[in-house]
């Protein structure tokens, strides 16, 4: 089936140390973004890429990157993840005002 | 500040139980979509309204988008403890490039046997 596909499910990593997420979709979808979600809270939305081309939200910190080095593969990157970064991130896709597929998510805890 | 309010923000009720989640915003959308989600997983898109008044039904669910495009509710019939989870509303905004949805916060339904 087509789906979105986030690894790992779970990651763990400490104060400081860089961290990559990944995701991966198989329905050829040409726009892809990343979500952060706290407990609670709606999903906000980090970045987003129409093909190639990326567009950032206007308060997502610079301590978050992102890559897409091809349709099917986005990744997101952490370069000092703090406490406060601890969260559920989802990975989505989308074609044009269709909606949303969504991954499993990736639950970072830092310790 | 948050672009899409939904309310209640929880929900606790019986099994057979009917129930209204509402999504209310002062903006107007071009679609409005509602996802529901379970622990520990990505939300799942239930149903799109695209048309003003438009009413969507599946199954015990029926989805109501108002007639100015700026809200939207959601009614469940006799609910089951297979309907408990997260439910989110996101609407499109007009004009909005690429499909770019707002989320709501979100409304924690549990159901109890």
């Known amino acids: 089936d087509a789906m979105v596909i986030q690894n790992p499910r779970y990651q763990v990593t400490q104060f400081g140390k860089p961290v990559t997420l990944s995701c991966s979709q198989t329905l050829n979808h040409n726009v892809m973004y990343w979500y952060q979600q706290k407990s609670s809270q709606a999903p906000k939305l980090l970045f987003h890429y129409y093909d190639k081309d990326f567009n950032n939200e206007a308060d997502t910190p610079d301590n978050f990157q992102s890559r897409r080095p091809n349709t099917s593969f986005c990744f997101l990157d952490i370069r000092s993840p703090g406490l406060g970064d601890a969260a559920m991130y989802l990975c989505?896709?989308?074609?044009?005002?269709?909606?949303?597929?969504f991954g499993s998510g990736t639950r970072l805890t830092v310790v | 500040t948050q672009l899409l309010e939904q309310s209640p923000q929880f929900l606790s009720i019986q099994e057979g139980e009917n129930l209204t989640v509402y999504c209310n915003s002062s903006s107007v959308f071009s679609s409005l979509q509602w996802y529901r989600q379970e622990p520990g997983e990505g939300p799942v898109l239930l149903v799109t309204v695209v048309t003003g008044g438009e009413v969507k039904k599946l199954k015990r669910l029926t989805f109501q988008f108002g007639d100015a495009r700026k809200d939207s509710s959601l009614h469940i019939t006799a609910a089951q403890p297979g309907d408990t989870g997260l439910y989110l509303c996101a609407g499109a905004s007009r004009g909005s490039t690429l499909g770019r949805l707002y989320f709501g916060r979100g409304t924690q339904l549990t159901v109890w046997p």
């Open positions: 989505a896709t989308s074609r044009g005002e269709s909606g949303y597929t």
